[in-house]
């Protein structure tokens, strides 16, 4: 028996992490025994070339970066297994839908991306938190990573996401609401009965 796999997904700033959080807390606070989990994990090999690639200090080519990507989920992949196992939820701040959207908007092929993940948990559970470029640079105005300065290259991330959404079945919240407001849309969305995303192609 295994716990029920849900991922949050949305562009830099679009307030993942804090939902992450709050939707854990609140699952807990209801009786669920639940985890929560943030890819990338940086204290690995992959998490450190990613984490020199965010700050500016490494430089890869697109198919070496979201190699990179992969990798990491797989050498955590133990660990994933053994939340899955001992909890009733595990909530996950990012996945493989992160992989797709971002490799998508630097012009991958979906297929070789989906590839690179092929055999990893499928999430139950797949929700995009739907933020405007516009409203991510009003959460924070300094010290944004390569990915977060770019805002063309955000929307493009955000239209990859919106047409994943669309063809895999995700649940869609509106991320530029208040954040007890995205709360509730989160929450009713994880209560819907027979809510299931597509997985891979």
């Known amino acids: 028996m295994t716990g029920r796999f849900i991922v949050i997904e949305g562009i830099d700033q679009s307030g993942k992490e804090t939902q992450t959080r709050l939707l854990a807390r609140r699952l807990k606070w209801d009786g669920h025994k639940t985890e929560k989990l943030s890819y990338p994990i940086y204290n690995s090999f992959s998490g450190r070339e990613i984490a020199a690639f965010l700050d500016g200090k490494r430089s890869y080519p697109h198919q070496v970066l979201h190699m990179l990507y992969s990798?990491?989920?797989?050498?955590?992949?133990?660990?994933?297994?053994?939340?899955?196992?001992?909890?009733?939820?595990?909530?996950?701040?990012?996945?493989?839908?992160?992989?797709?959207?971002?490799?998508?908007?630097?012009?991958?092929?979906?297929?070789?991306?989906?590839?690179?993940?092929?055999?990893?948990?499928?999430?139950?559970?797949?929700?995009?938190?739907?933020?405007?470029?516009?409203?991510?640079?009003?959460?924070?105005?300094?010290?944004?990573?390569?990915?977060?300065?770019?805002?063309?290259?955000?929307?493009?991330?955000?239209?990859?996401?919106?047409?994943?959404?669309?063809?895999?079945?995700?649940?869609?919240?509106?991320?530029?609401?208040?954040?007890?407001?995205?709360?509730?849309?989160?929450w009713k969305a994880l209560k819907s009965p027979g809510r299931r995303s597509r997985g891979k192609p």
Do not use: C
Request: aromatic share 8%; charged share 35%; no cysteine.
């Open 71 to 186: 990798m990491n989920r797989w050498e955590s992949l133990e660990k994933l297994r053994e939340l899955l196992r001992d909890s009733d939820y595990i909530i996950v701040d990012r996945y493989y839908p992160s992989n797709l959207a971002y490799g998508i908007a630097r012009g991958l092929d979906e297929r070789w991306l989906s590839n690179l993940d092929a055999g990893l948990p499928e999430p139950d559970q797949v929700i995009l938190v739907d933020t405007s470029v516009e409203a991510s640079f009003t959460r924070k105005t300094s010290g944004r990573d390569v990915h977060e300065r770019d805002t063309l290259f955000l929307q493009k991330v955000r239209k990859a996401y919106l047409d994943l959404a669309k063809r895999r079945k995700w649940t869609i919240v509106n991320g530029d609401r208040s954040l007890a407001e995205v709360n509730e849309e989160l």
